[in-house]
């Protein structure tokens, strides 16, 4: 075994979701992320963890959703009881196909979705963690040689994130004490407000409310969003290439919206609901062991230089106690590369310019 | 995909596990039964069932006990969970390697199972059934290339069960019409009760208490077993071969044994407790689809012109009603090959002789 997929594990584990003994464990394995598991295993047996693992490929999904009538009970019991007394649910994504579900209809997975509310709460209500073993199918998506895209996934997964973690605090703090943002770049000058919201230190551990891995941003939950952003970083959203997507907004909401390529996900993800046409989350990418886009959103929204804006839901966590952010049923994270003629304000001041932040070395305000 | 992995997807789904619409499945997956799983969720969806599946692999298993300190918490909550709010349990066996748990202490393993006796229980409860996908794995166990093993494995399944469950059903009645079993072969002359034990026609469906696929045997819970018998059949038992193995009991328990070939594991089996020196099983191979030994116990034992008994623990639907028959933590199949020079009486009447039953051409009282 790679060396490298028992430091995965051992990051996982321990660092991203402090697992505990006597914790109940989900581990959702994916087809080719057998090696991965075997590994966790390993790791949730040192740790005297108690270890259900569950099968995850698109495959099975297919099959199952194409075949059903689309009257999906809700939240079945079992499904339900195994989520509701679980400790910890760790996803190890890793399918053969990145297209696997490409043939469903999306009202079947939407209904589908719908109809398990209660369980996608109660698997939020655990430690997750979403990880995912490099496999050939991502590598392709990639346009990566597999042991290419090895060495480039475990760059961005074995960082030494508690260092991470004090360099992303700066922007945190900014971001906390701050009432507006403003993003300008080629096609995007976009104002924000964020205040009273709390920012999120994503350093991949549940102990920062941070549930992927890789991680490596810092995110909060604008509204009142003016202005034009231009989503220059190229993307898969639901099966189909999206390029340049640009989106105005008045008052919190998009009233206008154009991509160079797949202006039809965009519409249908903007009609969802009322919710899918206001921003739920600006996030700051600041992992600068991701180097390239690589279309998997786990690694390219966490990319230094760039930020992230997504429509939909926000997250809890940046939200004041008790009160409830944007709502919609999607979350739909989009790039824009801030590394050329870009700068990130904060009440009028400059926070970061063309990729480098105000704490780092060659900084112009 | 093979047209046969639908139709054993089928024959699981509605003839074995009768699963209906809104029925709560749990799918448990071996690495290589994939292509099986996918055909079985495709057939759930037909049935509005709502399927979660979990992964089912040696290797996982393996990391996680060798890892673990042994002392394993009591029936984990998730997992138990799961199971008491499941109304059906299919298991598709099909890992890489039948070897894969080798090198796991056999006391880790038994206080892993000792740890989970209400998860069993809970298991049991369910409409279960246990079958295997023709795996590369399991060809090679069996000897045999992986197309041949293709042919004999859905031989043995895609059967007409149903005109067998009518054959079979002679032997249950003269079963349970029956008090005295005698077996008599090359090294074998062993008498049993079967008084007041009812016998279960094995029909490969859950509504014959039958939780196999192949199955294709009767079977009774013995006891009060005089003599001696010889398996004579090879099979591997703990990842051990073992060969001709030979027990003599008296008042029911096993009193001497010996074996040309892994006398320590059938020691270490009769040594687990007292339930291990007492029968548990006695079956009747039917099934003629299955022609040779391939060293797996789930086709083996249902194998035509075979008798096989179990050492250890007897199935309640054996037994009268609330009374509980042999008790043990194991439950250890051996076969008996009876084809040549050989019969089977009850109460003194011959039913079958070198093979051939009474209701059947040849057939020589």
Redesign the interface.
């Known amino acids: 075994m790679d060396e490298r997929v028992r430091e995965h594990a051992d990051v996982l584990v321990d660092w991203s979701a402090r697992v505990e003994e006597?914790d109940?464990v989900?581990?959702s394995?994916g087809?080719d992320a057998?090696e991965l598991?075997?590994?966790v295993?390993?790791?949730?047996?040192?740790r005297?963890a108690?270890?259900?693992?569950?099968?995850?490929?698109g495959?099975?999904?297919r099959?199952?959703?194409?075949?059903?009538?689309g009257?999906?009970?809700e939240n079945?019991?079992?499904?339900?009881?195994?989520?509701?007394?679980?400790?910890v649910y760790l996803s190890l994504g890793g399918g053969r196909n990145t297209s696997a579900t490409a043939d469903v209809p999306s009202e079947t997975r939407q209904a589908y979705g719908n109809a398990r509310t209660e369980i996608r709460e109660a698997r939020f209500d655990t430690r997750w963690v979403s990880t995912v073993h490099p496999t050939r199918s991502l590598a392709q998506q990639a346009n990566m040689a597999y042991e290419e895209y090895q060495d480039f996934a475990y760059d961005a997964i074995l960082r030494d994130w508690e260092s991470l973690a004090d360099e992303m605090a700066n922007m945190k703090d900014l971001l906390d004490g701050g009432s507006e943002v403003r993003l300008v770049s080629e096609g995007t000058d976009l104002t924000m407000a964020i205040d009273d919201r709390t920012a999120v230190n994503s350093a991949a551990s549940v102990a920062y409310d941070s549930h992927n891995l890789p991680s490596g941003e810092v995110f909060t939950a604008p509204y009142a969003t003016e202005g034009e952003v231009t989503f220059d970083v190229p993307m898969t959203l639901h099966g189909e290439a999206v390029r340049n997507v640009r989106l105005e907004f008045d008052d919190g909401e998009v009233v206008e919206y154009d991509a160079e390529q797949g202006a039809d996900v965009i519409e249908e993800i903007l009609e969802t609901d009322e919710g899918a046409r206001r921003l739920g989350e600006l996030g700051i990418g600041m992992n600068r062991g991701i180097d390239r886009y690589t279309d998997n959103i786990l690694f390219d929204e966490k990319m230094g230089e760039t930020v992230h804006l997504a429509l939909g839901r926000a997250y809890d966590a940046c939200l004041p106690e008790g009160e409830s952010g944007n709502e919609s049923a999607v979350h739909v994270d989009m790039i824009t590369d801030m590394s050329e003629d870009s700068r990130l304000e904060i009440d009028g001041e400059v926070v970061q310019r063309n990729g480098t932040f105000r704490w780092e070395d060659g900084f112009e305000a």
Chains 1, 2 share one sequence.
């Open positions: 006597g109940d989900i581990l394995v087809p057998h598991a075997v590994a295993a390993e790791k949730l047996g040192e005297g108690n270890l259900l693992a569950t099968y995850s490929t495959e099975i999904t099959a199952y959703l194409r075949a059903h009538d009257d999906f009970d079945p019991a079992h499904e339900r009881a195994l989520f509701e007394n679980a400790d």
